[in-house]
């Protein structure tokens, strides 16, 4: 592995879940990365992933930067722009004096919002990615967040009783707009993975990309796509198609008690941040199949299995 | 040591100030905190406890994560709350998620000085140790500062040339409004440690709760209190009756070399940051009787004693 | 060394070069720094040295504390003052407090570059430096920047061909108005070095002070300075004069490949950011004779050289 950007990064997801779950049995039993240095950099603020790839780069020996630029760091993207505004240093620059020091350069970007082309086309992240020489991790960046799923991997593996789990990968209600990577990029490693059947329920107009979630695993209907559910992955998104839309209609939306009585027994999983009693109910997220501590959790031992491939 | 909140969570106080000397003497004389993790979350800044609870934890041989979210990180309090509003996550998923990263939790809150009921619930605090699944730490919430006054006890400990030592807690001018929290703890752990006599001087008005300071050990007369005085303890609090009120009518509070020839050639302490001239005259604090840097110096040992008991 | 503050602080700026040479060549291989702590005390924000400079303590063993203060931290300088205003905490004790917490103090200061007589003072760096009781070293100061200097030395030393190479300081557009700290220590420090031949090529009514660039090695005539130079420097600052002043009149003085062919095939040097296509065009930054990202390299061996002379 050379980048950790997207699923297709990934060769091998079962070598990836299993070398997380020999960090999780033995957190400092392999130090790759003795007399290295990870940078964090982060676009925007972060609780879980800053600290459980902190944490990670740590166990595996190596020391740790983690710089906030959420304050602003005015970063030219454009070749060829006379920087005679804003911006006061270019992605060449501030990409190729990182690499310099850090062994590996992990970056968090977000999308606007509000110029979906520009969105998709990731260009903080991708820039970083053509102008670092070190190997660059993606802790979330406009468009995916695959530390988040490689972890949800792991915790359906270590969860699962069947060897095909039906996943449901489910639209909740929420008071903000918000992005749509953590669900583009489930859906992408679900698919990828290849072990489990996926159905991503969501309202009309709350289609993800096609590309991650293509129209035959879409449904508008929630309660059956909960039937003979083993894992609902419960999660916001803004709209893709009418783009960064969002809506304070919730509509029957919200996970209870009483859906998840539709489905096997299932296991209800969410990234967290989590806000009770509008994404899911007290009930269901303090219940016994409740696996959101878990997935945080996880996300330690996700993150130590990536950084260990590429230091 | 289960959890450090209070007076109440140390058992053995003189034990404590005895691991606090062993470690100032051999600073990396012990390593418990081997492969564990210590986070500290503040939500509001810190210089002193911030700087000294990571030297100390690193001189265990811990890793260390800072987590300023003084800039906000709404966390919700209430139960059984629908999160449509402010508040990003719930405490228990915070506590929860905070505990799976880190072997102790250290957290610093403080008081709104705008409601005592609430304040005093300190319910922040109280929160994060519910939910937590590790020790908890306190770095100062709403009420009181244990960790400075731990440190308070071992910088008596090591100047007292008496047995029983008078010991004289005052209140002092500041032009802002601040919490009762540090003055709360030392006559807390003065009085748990059983080994001076306390006398809590301060105008009418300003006495502080009687749980803290009974009626029998407050004056409104300084200079009678720094009679024969073998240590001044000088602090500014807002008022805990009329709730957070406080005074630019300084009177003849400060401390100053005239007073302080009312004493046994006491020490003079403070927590620091202290306003010059305002607070303290120049001349004591920088006379040879000023502890203040000695007590910053002990916070460091006093944090190491008390992490090494958790780890 | 004592501290490291100006160019006056290194007795032998060939061995700090040889010292740095040989970090660069084994970077673990001293460990001057274990058990011992390192301070970082930034009061403007920092990228490059932040990073360096931590990275160079972790490579000698020490631990790093990183204590960001732009936010505010209210510092009193004057003594004697009454502190009933904006001011929290005297010099005195913030670095007596410092001192006490680690085994060398690093500190970042800036200049209002509206009162020169001020920011000549350099009152922030040289009142650090009276009361602390460690070695103190400037991160950047209001007038100098000597760890960029000693990073310079280093470059040139590492390119040069000739024993004695003609070295062009020349000033460069920029939008804003920036500080002399970078200019002033780079013509202090090739000065002290002796190694090199230094013209300073401004527009008139930027000359440096006089005590860094005497009139003798000063011109307004860029292309003239550049005619055989083998290394060129660019860096804007604002006026020294009329102090603060700049100028959005940039003339001539872009660097661009034309100018370069005036010069004996020189190197191109800079300490970044750098405004590209205003203070120089892509094809001088992108070409084979740019060092930018070698210096910004350097910054990490020059500080482990003056930080493993102080620890």
New interface residues.
Partial sequence: MTQFLSANDAPDINALINSAKAFKAD??GQQPGR?K?V?NLFFN?S??T???T??AA??LGA?V?T?DAS?G?GI?FA???????NT???V???A???S??CDVLCVRSFPSLEDRAADYEDRVMKSFVKYATVPVVSLESATRHPLQSLTDCLTIAEHRTVARPKVVLTWAPH?RRLPQCVSNSFAEWMRAWGEVDLIVANPPGFNLAPAFAPKNIVTHDQRAAFAGADFIYAKNWSAYDEYGATTTNFGDWMIDEEKMTLTNNAYFMHC???????VVS?GVL?GDRSL??QQ??NR?WAAQAVLASLL
Same sequence: chains 1, 2, 3.
């Fill in positions: 957190p400092f007399q240095m940078i603020s609780l879980r800053r600290m459980s902190e944490k740590r166990q020391d930067i710089y304050g760091w030219e070749d060829g722009s006379v920087m005679n505004g006061a240093e270019h060449r620059e501030a190729g004096v990182l310099q020091y008071p967290l941040p989590v806000r009770r009693n509008v007290d303090d959101v501590l945080a959790n330690t």
